[in-house]
Structure formats: C-alpha cells, structure tokens
Antibody, heavy 117, light 110 residues
C-alpha cells in the first residue's frame, strides 16, 4: 500500500527540540521531492519545507527558517524534520507530503506537536 | 510568503454549483500553472482534487473543475452532493522552490 506514516510528535517545552519522522511505503522515496506542512488546531494548512529527490536542495518557509531542518534517507525510505527552538505557535499537526508535478498528491495522517510549559 | 486569499465560506444546495476563488499575486498564482486544490473532511488528511490548474487525479469526479485567470484561480463544484461538504484549500508554487496555501474555504451543503 502506498502510504506515508509520520511519528515523533508529542509535548515539548518552549525552546525545546523534536525530530519528526516519516516512513514511506509502497513507492521509492528516491524518485520524489518531499515536503512538510502543518495545520494548527482549527486553522489552515501551512507549507513548511521541501527537499529534492537526492536531498541536495532544501527550502523553508520564513516562519521556520534557521530553526527547522528537513532531511531524508532514501536507502531506508525515511523523511525527517528536525525542529529546534520550538515556540507555542509551532503547535500543530505536522504532515509529511509527496510532491508530484508541484502538487501534493499523497499525505500522511499527521503527527501532533504541542509546545507548552 | 503571504497566504493566498480564499473566501472563508461558501454554500449551495444539492445539485447546484458553487465556485471558490483563490487570489494570489503575480509572483505565485499569476506566474505559474502550478495551482492545486485539496479537499479536507474533518479529522482527515487533505486530498488532492485538482492539480496544474485544471487536471483531475484518477478517481476524482468530473464534478470538480478548475480554472485560472490572472492572479486568481477558481474551483467549481457542480451538481453538489452531501459528501462535498468539507474544507477546501488551494496551493500554488511561488518560485525558488517555495509553495503557499490559501486560508481555506468551508463549503456547506444547505
């Protein structure tokens, strides 16, 4: 089955760090650019970051630049998001997303990150 | 990286048609043919329903159609059905390997 499964979310204090993981199955990760997006409770979708097929190029939304780092391990079909200096505003459901021709055609179910003291 | 502008809500009766707009700028929607639309039901992940302005992925009913004029893209849902009640989001490629979403539109079936 073609799917994305996120993990690694949880409760973290402001200023803390978390590493999200996304396990890919049913297709070869090495063939696709991948993204992370998030959705705060009751709010809309926000694009966060993109990594190209071989991991050599990454881009970020201004809101997370210099705090978040996207990476991938194609050999093990894994995508990651390292999140540092977390703030209350980072509280959201984080989605791993596949890019096909500049559209997000496959989404995981998300992993919830809560930043609170 | 400002969000694309969508109306907060839209509504229609079963069988009617409704159009949702998505307004950006000449740097995103107006610059590229990479506008997509997503449907999200409560508690579910978003689902791609339109890509590249007007292309429907396999399995998406032809009641869903997309278009673009200048800096504004539109999603039209024809022959509204109860299951179409959901949140709808647009997205656009914004250059330099960045993307932007719209704020979302809640579609209510009356």
């Amino acid at each position: 089955e073609v799917q994305l499964v996120e993990s690694g979310g949880g409760l973290v204090q402001p200023g803390g760090s978390l590493r999200l993981s996304c396990e890919v199955s049913g297709f070869r990760l090495s063939g696709d650019s991948m993204h992370w997006a998030r959705q705060a409770p009751g709010k809309g979708l926000v694009w966060l970051s993109r990594i190209n097929e071989d991991g050599s190029q990454t881009t970020y939304a201004d809101s997370v630049k210099d705090r978040f780092t996207i990476s991938r391990d194609n050999a093990n079909n894994m995508l990651y998001l390292q999140m540092n200096s977390l703030r209350a505003a980072d509280t959201a459901l984080y989605y791993c997303v596949r890019d096909r021709r500049f559209a997000f055609d496959l989404w995981g179910r998300g992993t919830l990150v809560t930043v609170s003291s | 990286q400002s969000a694309l502008t969508q109306p907060p809500s839209a509504s229609g009766s079963p069988g009617q048609s409704v159009t949702i707009s998505c307004t950006g700028t000449s740097s995103d929607v107006g610059a590229y043919n990479n506008v997509a639309w997503y449907q999200q039901h409560p508690g579910k992940a978003p689902k791609l329903i339109i890509s590249e302005i007007a292309k429907r992925p396999s399995g998406v009913p032809d009641r869903f159609s997309g278009s673009k004029s200048g800096n504004t893209a539109s999603l039209t849902v024809s022959g509204l059905q109860p299951e179409d009640e959901a949140e709808y989001y647009c997205s656009s490629y914004a250059g330099r390997d960045t993307w932007v979403f719209g704020g979302g539109t809640t579609l209510t079936i009356l």
